[in-house]
């Protein structure tokens, strides 16, 4: 794994990276077992077999264990979106990416439905995970704008920016009625669906 220069990150920074997902992968088995408001940090740290002062060497909150897998996450999609075809049209980009994203996840259809819902029904969660979403946008609005011929163009930028949001605000949508309907609907075919209503 490299560090944000590319360069391949130290053996303290591995291991820190090692830690971390240690504790991310026994917080969300805890979460999905007992729910997300009632799992402690104590909890957290017996299960990882850690003293509460150590785990807040990592994590300073449960919002930050569970969001901080979001924000890799954005990262993840960044890389999909620029391994597409360059002249590839951003919508079917952006779907392609999305897609890859959730391809990607290391969980189960079941988990992910459990933890998928436990976001959407924590409200701190959610005003979390709307700003690292933010940080989302940020990562793939370049990629879009050389999509549309003109990346340096500040009208070009802001219709990257906007049919980034929207592309984002769909797949939100599409998770929700996926969550909504006990994974009856598809989240693809809900995707679709709402990009379908923006656009038409």
Request: charged letters at 25%.
């Amino acid at each position: 794994m490299n560090d944000q220069q590319g360069r391949p990150a130290g053996l303290r920074e591995r291991t820190r990276r090692a830690v971390q997902a240690e504790i991310v992968t026994a917080a969300m088995r805890l979460f999905l077992e007992y729910g997300f408001e009632a799992t402690n940090m104590d909890q957290i740290a017996t299960e990882v077999g850690m003293s509460r002062r150590s785990l807040f060497r990592y994590f300073g909150t449960k919002e930050e264990i569970v969001l901080g897998d979001h924000a890799a996450h954005g990262q993840v999609l960044q890389a999909s979106l620029e391994k597409r075809p360059a002249h590839e049209a951003p919508w079917p980009a952006l779907r392609a990416a999305l897609v890859q994203l959730l391809r990607s996840l290391p969980y189960d259809s079941e988990d992910f439905l459990k933890i998928t819902a436990m976001l959407h029904a924590s409200p701190a969660l959610r005003a979390r995970r709307g700003e690292k979403q933010q940080r989302w946008t940020e990562l793939l609005v370049p990629d879009v704008a050389a999509r549309l011929g003109a990346p340096e163009d500040p009208r070009v930028r802001l219709r990257a920016h906007a049919l980034v949001a929207s592309a984002l605000a769909c797949s939100d949508v599409a998770l929700e009625a996926w969550v909504d309907s006990g994974g009856a609907i598809g989240v693809e075919d809900a995707f679709d669906e709402a990009v379908a209503a923006v656009r038409g």
